[in-house]
């Protein structure tokens, strides 16, 4: 059974850089698709974007002159920085693996989800 | 950017049908993706590929689509079906989307 957690800093302060890593158990990081989804406190759910194991990314354009995504394959990783943080970015950050097929209609969903973390951006 | 419309809430006595609908413009071309999320705990798919349901998730859950609207019907409402529903999407150019969720109260 594939498990996936967050980790990093639970407070960040405006204009800093918020940082997260999810560690991936159970299976491989390989062949597959990962990414970030954010709730803000009451709010529904935004995904912020996606990497395969290769490297390649594909993020939200609301989020993506502020969001990297990477990949640590020998660590079973990946990871999350965001840039210029405001209250607004204050929220539950999850990881989450993706079951992707790019037939047509293509398939891209979640089907394993973090605990997710609260991120807290203030000073 | 693309969006899907979902209603608020919807609210049903136990044993009664409940239906969540998501409308967007692009769901003729993309499947849609039902999720279940009960406070304090990540989202579940209960529904895949508009219609298709994940081994574990009970039968009373099934999912329909019709030109730009899909729905999720859930049969016989049981108390631990009261939770937040999001339905997921894409649009062309492989963005994926959240509708707003429903808040599902079961009377």
């Known amino acids: 059974q594939v498990q996936l957690q967050e980790s990093g800093p639970g407070l960040v302060k405006p204009s800093e850089t918020l940082s997260l890593t999810c560690t991936v158990s159970?299976?491989?990081?390989?062949?597959?698709?990962w990414s970030w989804i954010r709730q803000p406190p009451g709010k529904g759910l935004e995904w912020i974007g996606y990497?395969?194991?290769?490297?390649?990314?594909n993020y939200n354009p609301s989020l993506k002159s502020r969001v990297t995504i990477s990949v640590d394959t020998s660590k079973n990783q990946f990871s999350l920085k965001l840039s210029s943080v405001t209250a607004a970015d204050t929220a539950v950050y999850y990881c989450?693996?993706?079951?992707?097929?790019?037939?047509?209609?293509?398939?891209?969903?979640?089907?394993?989800w973090g605990q997710g973390t609260l991120v807290t951006v203030s000073s | 950017s693309y969006e899907l419309t979902q209603p608020p809430s919807v609210s049903v006595s136990p044993g009664q049908t409940a239906r969540i609908t998501c409308s967007g413009d692009?769901?003729?071309?993309?499947?849609a993706y039902w999720y279940q999320q009960k406070p304090g705990q990540a989202p579940v798919l209960v529904i895949y590929?508009?219609?298709e349901r994940p081994s574990g998730i009970p039968e009373r859950f099934s999912g329909s689509s019709s030109g730009t609207t899909v729905t999720l019907t859930i049969s016989g409402v049981q108390a631990e079906d009261e939770a937040d529903y999001y339905c997921?999407?894409?649009?062309?150019?492989?963005?994926?989307?959240f509708g707003g969720g429903t808040k599902l109260t079961v009377l």
């Open positions: 989450a693996r993706n079951a992707y097929s790019n037939y047509v209609p293509p398939v891209n969903y979640f089907d394993y």
């Open positions: 159970g299976g491989s990081i390989s062949s597959y698709y």
């Open positions: 990497i395969y194991y290769s490297g390649s990314t």
């Open positions: 692009a769901l003729p071309k993309q499947y």
């Open positions: 590929k508009d219609s």
């Open positions: 997921q999407s894409a649009d062309s150019s492989g963005t994926l989307v």
